[in-house]
């Protein structure tokens, strides 16, 4: 189940003038927007993926891959339905729902084979919002609203796990944001609407929290620099919801406010190039995907931006 605390019944499921001058992004535009809900997006060098609901159905969901210039093509099997997670070069792994139980499952976008993922990963509980960088893994444990949940770092080689944060109350709502490169993202709500981000730093063991502004903190997502995006709004969907970052120095940036109305669920955070050095400075552009949600009728869309990032000349 993917969404907003506070606003989980309707969804289902500041920074100073130097980084304001740094940084511009696009406008949003859809990238998967039709009569289907769709939702959870994960893209990496030539794939995206993406959780696609049945006909007749809106709130079954599929797994479907794309190649770009192919056709897409569905991911998990028959008897199965499931949520897209993240992408590490041509590795997919992707949230698997059978009966009444959810795990992790791995697939090669390549030769489009089903993986299961070291052993140790899935267990009787219920294991979702998987994503991947290199040898790490990240997840969540348990239901949401339930007695025991978790936020799980695993290497997949060497059998190394780490939790990252534990919430055991029926009240709250702790859920696994994104890892990339050194960096891993997630969510714990107390309540409803009191909800923080950490971003944790694996070689050193840190986490930071996220600045609090006493709004609702929501979806989040990191690049292997250590920015982080996420949302923030009232406590009903669609009250002045804005797509901020966060830079690993603290300064903290608006990319878009949505309308009235309108929200989203989850963000996804994808490299689209970085320039070498060379005068005036080297840019880094960052693709970030996101569920966009109509609150009125619940339809959810995919939507992207893409954040431009200037990094500042180094004075010698």
């Known amino acids: 189940m993917e969404g907003k605390p506070g606003k989980i019944l309707v969804l289902l499921s500041v920074g100073g003038l130097l980084a304001a001058a740094a940084s511009a992004s696009t406008a949003p535009a859809p990238v998967k927007a039709s009569s289907r809900n769709e939702d959870t997006p994960a893209a990496g060098g030539e794939y995206f993926s993406w959780a696609k609901s049945r006909r007749g159905h809106p709130h079954v969901f599929d797994v479907w ?3 770009e210039g192919s056709a897409p093509f569905k991911v998990n099997g028959s008897g199965t339905s499931g949520w897209s997670g993240g992408i590490d070069g041509t590795r997919l792994v992707y949230q698997r729902l059978r009966k009444r139980n959810s795990d992790i499952r791995f697939f090669d976008l390549a030769t489009r084979r089903r993986i299961d993922p070291p052993a140790g990963v899935n267990t009787k509980r219920w294991e979702w919002r998987p994503t991947i960088s290199g040898d790490w893994l990240l997840y969540g444990r348990g239901v949401i609203f339930g007695s025991s949940q978790s936020v799980i770092l695993r290497n997949i080689v060497t059998g190394e796990e780490r939790v990252l944060d534990t919430l055991r109350s029926k009240s709250g709502y702790l859920q696994a944001g994104q890892v990339a490169g050194t960096y891993a993202v997630w969510l714990k709500c107390t309540s409803r609407e009191t909800c923080n981000i950490y971003r944790y730093e694996i070689v050193s063991g840190t986490a930071t929290q996220m600045p609090t502004t006493g709004q609702v903190l929501y979806a989040p997502s990191v690049t292997s620099t250590g920015t982080t995006y996420y949302g923030r709004s009232g406590p009903a969907c669609g009250a002045r919801a804005e797509l901020v970052k966060t830079t690993l120095d603290g300064a903290t940036v608006v990319l878009y406010s949505f309308p009235s109305g309108q929200d989203f669920s989850v963000t996804y955070a994808a490299p ?5 050095p060379s005068p005036p400075s080297p840019i880094t552009s960052t693709r970030v995907y996101f569920s966009r949600v109509l609150c009125g009728s619940n339809k959810t869309d995919i939507y992207s ?12």
């Open 65 to 67: 891959a794309q190649r």
């Open 305 to 316: 931006t893409t954040d431009i990032e200037r990094t500042p000349p180094q004075h010698r």
């Open 272 to 276: 689209v190039t970085t320039l070498p």
